[in-house]
Every structure is written in structure tokens, then in C-alpha cells.
């Protein structure tokens, strides 16, 4: 009798620790989307290779490259996020405390403004050679 309790107490205990188990890797299945687009903030022009970057304390840094009409789409966990937006000759963006719900799906537009550089003067030169 005694060993029969012991072993239903057993198989309680194992059962209890599956379900505890499969409940943590459902939850973390549940993703949110990002999604959005990056364009130029003057023409309105989207900026085909813009990389987004977000990070946070649980996945690390993730990142994701704008397709050719400046479109985006990234899966991440629930919770608050942060995403830096980088264009060659654009001043960068950072977007704070974006809110993504369980299995909900958040659309951003990310207007970005071309950096105006000024460089030194140029001096081009060339010489001739004359051979023999």
C-alpha cells in the first residue's frame, strides 16, 4: 500500500513538472510582429537597405534589413522595445518604448533625414609621362 501511494505521488510530481515545462516553451512561442516602413523624410522615397537593430535584457540584439520599398518585419517576444534605424547618409533614429502586445502586430513609419556633410576642397591632379 505504501509503495503504491509512493509511486501515484511519483507520477504526480512527473506529470506536474511536463505541464510546467510545456507551458514555458507555449508562452514562448506567443511572438509579436514589428513591422513598418523607412522612408526619406524630405521626398517620401523608401530607403531600400535601411537596417533596424532592437535590443533587449531577454533576446539580445536583433536586426533586420528594410526590403526594396523600405519595408519591414520582424518577430520578438512581447513587451516594451527599442529600435535604432541606420541608412548610409542618414542621421540615424531611435525609437523608444515601443509597445508590443501578446501576438499583436505594431506598424511604425520611420521618416529619416539625409545628413548634409560638407567636405574640404579637392584637388584632382594628373601628370603625363612621355616613354622612350
Known amino acids: 500500500m505504501r509503495s503504491c501511494c509512493i509511486r501515484i505521488i511519483f507520477y504526480i510530481f512527473q506529470l506536474t513538472i ?6 514555458s516553451f507555449c508562452a514562448q512561442n506567443i511572438l509579436s510582429i514589428l513591422s513598418g516602413t523607412v522612408i526619406d523624410s524630405e521626398s517620401r522615397a523608401p530607403l531600400s537597405g ?19 520599398l523600405g519595408r ?13 534605424v541606420e541608412y548610409l547618409g542618414y542621421d540615424s533614429k531611435a525609437i523608444n518604448d515601443i509597445m508590443l502586445g501578446t501576438g499583436s502586430e505594431v506598424s511604425v513609419m520611420i521618416m529619416l533625414t539625409e545628413r548634409a556633410r ?3 576642397e579637392v584637388f584632382i591632379g594628373a601628370e603625363t609621362r612621355m616613354t622612350h
Open 18 to 23: 511536463l505541464l510546467l515545462i510545456s507551458n
Open 50 to 68: 535601411a537596417i533596424i537593430k532592437t535590443a533587449n535584457f531577454v533576446n539580445g540584439e536583433k536586426g533586420i534589413v528594410t526590403d526594396s
Open 72 to 84: 519591414f518585419r520582424i518577430a520578438l517576444t512581447p513587451g516594451r522595445h527599442t529600435i535604432k
Open 118 to 120: 560638407q567636405i574640404g
